[in-house]
């Protein structure tokens, strides 16, 4: 799975507009193979994770055991609709192959407004619904939105 999503997370962070000292929010980061990679985008970073799988924070965090004890990187288990953060708390939030688990995306756009800074910026990338349903592991289970469903309801919620 890191090689074949490598591209799209090298596409979002491309467009990941960082700052010296931000606070970044990473929804969804699987076994958290590309951490260090967000933490070269700018000085002084502070990284949170939320995956609601236990066997991916465990994974995460075997993997990232240096960027924590660092205090570089913090991660914990949960969902993105009932996020364990305050009010206001990040300048940049982003999830990748993470929305098609969605059943209701309102609640869970709701809440990631809730932590965000004004101003600040959430990034979400995934592949189009064309390509998702030629993929032999994509089940029901999956909610494959077309592009004008998904600018709609981001839209709808102040996206
Ligand atoms: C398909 S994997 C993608 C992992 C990684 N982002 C990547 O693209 O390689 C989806 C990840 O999101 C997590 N996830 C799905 N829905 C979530 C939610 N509502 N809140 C937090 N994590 C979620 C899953 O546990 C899984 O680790």
């Not at 999503?5 to 969804?28: A, K, M, P, T, W």
């Not at 965000?116 to 998702?132: D, H, L, N, Q």
Request: aromatic share 12%; charged share 25%.
């Amino acid at each position: 799975m890191n090689e074949s999503n490598r591209s799209l997370y090298q596409l979002v962070l491309h467009h990941l507009e960082l700052h010296h000292g931000d606070q970044v929010l990473e929804i969804g980061f699987g076994n958290g193979h590309f951490f260090k990679e967000v933490l070269h985008k700018a000085e002084k970073l502070k990284l949170y994770g939320i995956d609601y799988s236990a066997a991916m924070v465990k994974a995460a965090r075997k993997n990232n055991l240096d960027l924590i004890r660092q205090g570089l990187l913090d991660l914990q288990m949960g969902s993105s609709d009932q996020l364990p953060y305050a009010p206001g708390r990040f300048d940049a939030v982003f999830c990748i192959n993470v929305i098609y688990f969605w059943d209701k995306p309102f609640t869970h756009l709701q809440e990631i407004g809730r932590v965000m800074k004004p101003g600040a910026r959430f990034y979400v990338g995934i592949r189009t619904k064309e390509i998702m349903e030629k993929l032999p592991f994509v089940t029901p289970l999956f909610k494959l939105r077309g592009a004008e469903e998904i600018q709609h309801i981001f839209a709808e919620c102040g996206f």
